[in-house]
């Protein structure tokens, strides 16, 4: 059968499939047992259709017969059903000073709870200023507030650490059983 082939395909056909055996899969999935190549060739030749590696790295690997623009326009379909399904996280960064006031404080828990509460992650960090770099405690007094206002939906992933003048700690939302 005549196939227009994308280079992305990983998936290999007729003459490019090379093992000497192959466990064959009918048309309609059911199982012909493990049978030579050229065997399996001359049934999908029979048939009209394709012989199509589904598992290279089974021994011996898994070839179908079946149409293999069918086959790959399948494959990209439960690809993108999957990708659609999962949920990327992504890290959103709030940025606190050493004396910062309570209400801005409070500001920026609101928008850490918003994030957490969408399934992101947060890093809070704070960036030492001038002399304040000898009081670093101030500072991690300040992210003990930020992650106690945020314990009831995050948990801290990664403790207050410095970095040269910045500190940062990364939060993420607690998992629901």
């Not at 399948?74 to 690809?79: C, G, N």
């Not at 410095?162 to 998992?175: A, L, N, S, W």
């Amino acid at each position: 059968m005549f196939n227009i082939r994308n280079k992305k395909d990983d998936l290999q056909i007729n003459n490019e499939i090379t093992d000497k055996e192959v466990r064959l899969l009918d048309v309609d999935g059911s199982m012909l047992g493990v049978v030579p190549l050229a065997e399996a060739m001359k049934l999908a030749g029979d048939k009209d259709l394709d012989l199509v590696k589904i598992s290279p790295n089974a021994v011996p690997p898994v070839c179908k017969i079946a149409d293999y623009n069918k086959t790959v326009y399948e494959k990209a379909k439960k690809d993108k059903e999957a990708k659609k399904a999962q949920k990327v996280v992504e890290l959103k960064e709030i940025r606190l000073s050493v004396n910062i006031e309570e209400h801005d404080l409070e500001v920026k828990v609101k928008n850490a709870h918003k994030f957490l509460s969408e399934g992101n992650k947060v890093k809070a960090s704070l960036r030492f200023r001038g002399r304040q770099q000898k009081y670093t405690n101030d500072g991690n007094d300040v992210m003990s507030r930020f992650a106690e206002a945020l314990s009831e939906i995050g948990s801290v992933e990664k403790a207050p650490l410095q970095e040269g003048r910045t500190m940062f700690m990364i939060i993420g939302p607690k998992k629901h059983d």
